[in-house]
């Protein structure tokens, strides 16, 4: 059975906050934990555009992309990237801390990243999960 979390992130370091839900997501945290099949759990995270983050980073940490193109590499600052969508920084955090493997795609799907303190899953009934 899966269980339902909740999480604040306002205050929290990005960070740190990635680390602490990457396992949950993955189900190291069960004792019937097998790195092949995903047994992890669901994790709502609120107020997602909130953290925060240590010294310059707001202005120095660079996101990159490549279109595929030659000459194609674009850079988005973080501070930029927040304006635009608020919820990338975490998610590609979490992404990067769960393996690149099959089982990726179905992990992720079970991060619900929300920008205010408001979620559709009340039906769920979340736990809530102090980082």
């Not at 909130?50 to 194609?72: L, P």
Request: aromatic content about 6%; hydrophobic content about 30%.
């Amino acid at each position: 059975m899966k269980k339902w979390y909740i999480i604040d992130a306002e205050g929290k370091t990005l960070g740190r906050l990635a680390a602490a839900i990457a396992p949950i997501l993955r189900g190291k945290h069960k004792p019937d934990f097998m790195p092949n099949r995903d047994g992890g759990d669901y994790i709502i995270v609120t107020n997602a555009d909130k953290f925060t983050v240590s010294g310059n980073k707001m202005d120095d940490k660079i996101y990159y992309r490549h279109s595929g193109y030659s000459g194609g590499l674009k850079e988005t600052k973080l501070k930029h990237l927040l304006e635009k969508k608020p919820t990338l920084p975490l998610e590609k955090a979490v992404s990067g801390m769960i393996p690149q493997n099959r089982l990726k795609d179905d992990i992720m799907k079970k991060l619900k990243l929300y920008t205010g303190s408001e979620h559709p899953h009340t039906a769920q009934t979340p736990e809530p999960l102090s980082i």
